[in-house]
């Protein structure tokens, strides 16, 4: 059984920043990427950030690049999400996801990925 344990969400004031934390406990596995997704209040879950080991390839959504940054350490299977210049839009539950497949392109889908986080709540005020 693997575990993803997500921590750092809050609420900050628009403009602010927060780091989440991501780290996988349980069974020990190889993941091929890491990445994160939110759930805005009455929406469906969306992909923010995605991270592949091989090569460290990073991929963001179009609504937070130049924002967040994902980082983190394939051996401790461990991922961070840097959020600057927060806005009220990025209130939502913030998910962790761990994939052990390897597909091409940005990891930015649901069904890409094996392992989820219970999420973190981050709550933006105007």
């Known amino acids: 059984q693997v575990q993803l344990v997500e921590s750092g969400g809050g609420l900050v004031q628009a403009g602010g920043s927060l780091r989440l934390s991501c780290a996988a406990s349980?069974?020990?596995?190889?993941?091929?990427?890491m990445g994160w997704f939110r759930q805005p209040p009455g929406k469906e879950r969306e992909f923010v950030a995605a991270?592949?080991?091989?090569?460290?390839?990073?991929y963001y959504a179009d609504s937070v690049k130049g924002r967040f940054t994902i980082s983190g350490d394939n051996a401790k299977n461990m991922v961070y999400l840097q959020m600057n210049s927060l806005k009220p839009e990025d209130t939502a539950v913030y998910y962790c996801?761990?994939?052990?497949?390897?597909?091409?392109?940005?990891?930015?889908?649901?069904?890409?990925?094996?392992?989820w986080g219970q999420g973190t709540q981050v709550t933006v005020s105007s």
């Open positions: 996801a761990a994939s052990k497949s390897y597909y091409s392109g940005t990891y930015g889908y649901t069904y890409q990925y094996d392992y």
């Open positions: 349980g069974r020990t596995f190889s993941s091929s990427a």
């Open positions: 991270i592949r080991w091989n090569g460290g390839y990073t």
